[in-house]
């Protein structure tokens, strides 16, 4: 993207920067701050984005990481205490201070049948597939990515999701990965609400590269049109894998991890290039 795109972003991240004390800077990790890798263990952010994560939680009012992965898991990944975490689509919120995971509750009744649908429908020849299972509390995912015949072990995976349909329990595909998850109502769109209750933030930016940020991005303006926030911007992280959709709902896109630390670098600064 060329002039238009830098100066629509210059123009949605004003609003923070002429109030930061009461903006709230949400992100979400894997393809945004942390590079996508072959195998999810091994995803971490560069040190140079995480010293600039660290400026903007000082300055701004509210900084948070919004996850698919567990809570715990994902703060680990970013090594840093003093941000919010919101884990599992929404389901968990890990705040900054030392405290426990806080899952959802009507989430938590049916983390028993989510672990009781993985374990009686996992087979072997998901094993020789190379499909991996991760045990993410009340949601199972399945990931292919890297796995020798990648076609073949999705056309698996969607097996796995009839399956679980069948049961009533819920599906979401992502980036080469499905989750099965409680059938209630869980994205990542439904944490960001809950993270800013009560808090008095007037301004937030979300940033995100997969389907599962648009929930985000609509729960943001859904808050700006009840008065709740005065100003949202959404932005995206595009990628050799960007999904259909996530540039037309964005209002800028910046050129992965490396656009994005260039984006918190913007947010500490009057007006440094931003890679969009």
Not at 128 to 136: F, T, Y
Not at 145 to 151: I, K, L, Q
Not at 215 to 229: I, P, Q
Not at 244 to 273: C, I
Request: net charge negative.
């Amino acid at each position: 993207m060329g002039v238009t795109a830098q100066a629509t972003l210059a123009q949605a991240l004003a609003p923070l920067r002429a109030q930061p004390g009461a903006a709230a800077v949400l992100l979400d990790v894997d393809g945004t701050l942390a590079p996508i890798v072959r195998h999810a263990d091994d995803a971490a952010v560069p040190e140079p984005t995480r010293a600039q994560l660290i400026g903007v939680a000082k300055r701004y009012g509210l900084v948070a990481c919004v996850s698919g992965r567990e809570a715990a898991i994902a703060r680990r990944i970013v090594s840093l205490g003093s941000i919010a975490y919101v884990g599992n689509h929404g389901a968990e919120m890990l705040l900054p201070g030392g405290g426990g995971v806080e899952l959802d509750p009507e989430v938590a009744t049916w983390a028993p049948r989510v672990h009781a649908f993985a374990r009686e429908t996992w087979t072997g020849e998901l094993d020789r597939l190379r499909v991996r299972r991760e045990d993410k509390n009340a949601i199972a995912a399945y990931h292919w990515r890297g796995a020798p015949d990648e076609a073949t072990a999705e056309q698996a995976a969607r097996g796995l999701a009839e399956a679980a349909e069948k049961r009533g329990l819920a599906v979401h595909f992502g980036r080469k990965v499905l989750e099965v998850r409680p059938p209630v109502p869980l994205d990542k769109g439904r944490g960001v609400v809950r993270l800013l209750a009560d808090r008095p933030i007037r301004a937030a930016l979300y940033v995100g590269d997969d389907l599962t940020d648009l929930d985000a991005f609509a729960s943001l303006r859904g808050l700006v049109e009840e008065g709740r926030l005065d100003t949202a911007a959404c932005v995206g992280v595009a990628s050799d894998e960007t999904p259909d959709g996530l540039a037309e709902a964005a209002d800028a896109m910046v050129d992965g991890p490396l656009g994005v630390r260039a984006l918190l670098e913007a947010l500490l600064h009057t007006s440094p290039e931003i890679r969009t």
